[in-house]
């Protein structure tokens, strides 16, 4: 009767420690698709306004993206927002 109880709990032990990692993953999916809708909504809202949406999408990545970097070193980097206070 023993080993069938420590087997009972070894199930129980697997089963939440397969529960865990499954809702750990969908948390993680379940952000990462609603950041990204929400970042192509806010692009589109720039895009609306006059705002450069590279500007925008740049506000979502992380610090080490290229793309961001190079916008940000160049001169036109510097004149969004004089940009978007002149078509207004």
């Not at 990462?32 to 692009?43: G, V, Y």
Request: hydrophobic share 45%; with cysteine.
């Amino acid at each position: 009767m023993d080993k069938f109880d420590l087997k009972k709990g070894d199930n129980t032990v697997a089963l939440c420690i397969t529960s865990v990692i499954l809702t750990a993953l969908i948390a993680i999916g379940w952000y990462n698709i609603h950041d990204r809708s929400l970042m192509a909504e806010n692009i589109n809202r720039a895009v609306e306004k006059g705002i450069d949406p590279l500007s925008v999408r740049c506000s979502y990545v992380q610090s080490q993206d290229i793309i961001c970097i190079a916008f940000a070193a160049s001169a036109q980097s510097h004149n969004v927002a004089q940009q978007a206070t002149s078509r207004k």
